[in-house]
């Protein structure tokens, strides 16, 4: 078994070389979890509740998450994306966790800097509850 000190060892070493402005890094071993954060975005320090917006990365976070938690049965791909997040608008009544997997719910990125930079989950969920209506589902291939 890898030692805990070891792993932060590795992880600071492996951001401090790097340039950037800001820069979050973790790993999982086993049960164990090193997180590391660097530098400042919009003028705030880098912590572990700092929001970065991620695009196109959090997509293979989610799957990683997601897979994980149907091997450890607290969640079936089928579930209704409202069963885990009910405060999300009617409208989404029809997507499944299966759809986040496979990219293909057909939501909206309201995360997009051009919308503003997003500070909190809350804002997210705010965003689509703006919404009045999108057109989900549209692109469906495995059916």
Known sequence: MVAESEVFRFLDAAV???EADAIAAGVVVENMVAFVCRGQLDDERVGSQTIFYSASVAKQFLGILLA???TDRAAAADDRLLSWL???PDWMAAVRLHHLIHHTSGLP???DPSLGILRSNAGV???F???RSHPV???Q???
Do not use: F, M, T
């Open 141 to 143: 291939p495995w059916r």
């Open 129 to 131: 509850q703006q919404l």
């Open 68 to 70: 994980r938690a149907v």
């Open 16 to 18: 401090a070389g790097l």
């Open 86 to 88: 009910p405060e999300l």
């Open 125 to 127: 969920i705010e965003r």
């Open 137 to 139: 589902l549209q692109h």
């Open 109 to 111: 990125d309201v995360a």
